[in-house]
């Protein structure tokens, strides 16, 4: 059974087919500063994506007629539980609207959707970053204008449970796990008995910081800043999500030249075990939330590769329960499989 997958990323779009579990075909689209800046908004781009995904499969001899299923990565929408969603017009106008923000894993289910009508297949999204499982005491924030929200890598920290799980000979509903996603945002998030009972908002500040991401700020200090006439609404928006975290430290995310440069510059080597320090110190919380019943703590992530680094962070956590390092991640694999699994009839579609 033939299974596309379809990530939308900023600069580029992921596309690859599986054949069942096999992945048979992959390819990374670039899409220039200056390509994407011809369009005003995310969804204006549809088309074009559309165009370069179907030229780029007819040139590689993948016939749409035989793919089954089409899995796109889930974008912003309302909240809703974990699972495999099957594309309809209450998803599409709330993609396409942009009312729960605008980003380019918006064009995932639009894409999917689209393609799957003219060949005749199905078309979903699986574990969207807004996936919310979160228990009661973890929405309640410090003030009643204010609520804790679920925003986090879902498809990725999911996959991981279950892959761990499935390693372990048990079901993933019956671990409890923190599961640590090191990429251009950080996230850390409690797995109870198969629900993320509490995580920190990966997107829009909140928890530790990460390469792009300045995670929790100090509350006052960021109040005088936003009345301080020195800065946009805008420009304070970026600092929280696009130049904080390292960008903003060190003026890189790239964590392979933060290693490099730790070595033999203090200020890069403070600002790298601080960024360890403040995950652990999140690990640290979220095994409060499980009472300290910790099966094992997963980290996953491009920033996992650094094997020093997932060392130095071990030795923080590792009293609280063994740690497992993941590197990378493989969306494109877990969007194919999620479909999979609804299309073999081991999972039943959800409707949003």
Known sequence: MKILAINPGSTSTKIAVFEDYEQVFTKTLRHSAEEIGKYPNVVSQFEFRKKMIVEALRENDIELKEIAAIVGRGGLLRPIPSGVYEVNERMLADLRSGEFGEHASNLGGILAHSIAQEIGCRAFITDPVVVDELCDLARVAGHPLFKRISIFH?????????????????????????????????????????????????????????????????????????????????????????????????????????????????HFKLIADAYLYNIAKEIGAMAAVLKGKVNAILVTGGIAYGKAMMADLATYVDWIAPVKIYPGEDEMGALAHNGLSVMQGREVAKVY
Do not use: W
């Open 154 to 266: 879902a498809l990725n920290q999911k996959a991981i449970a279950k892959m761990y799980a499935a390693q372990q000979g048990v079901k993933y509903e019956d671990l409890n796990l923190i599961v640590v996603h090191l990429g251009g945002g950080t996230s850390v998030s409690a797995h109870c008995k198969g629900r993320v009972i509490d995580t920190n908002n990966a997107l829009n500040g909140d928890g530790p910081f990460s390469p792009e991401r300045s995670g929790a700020l100090p509350a006052q200090q960021l109040a005088d800043i936003c009345f301080s006439g020195k800065y946009t609404p805008q420009e304070v928006k970026k600092m929280i999500n696009g130049r904080g975290g390292t960008v903003a430290h060190l003026g890189t995310n790239d964590f392979i030249e933060i290693e490099h440069k730790m070595a033999d510059d203090p």
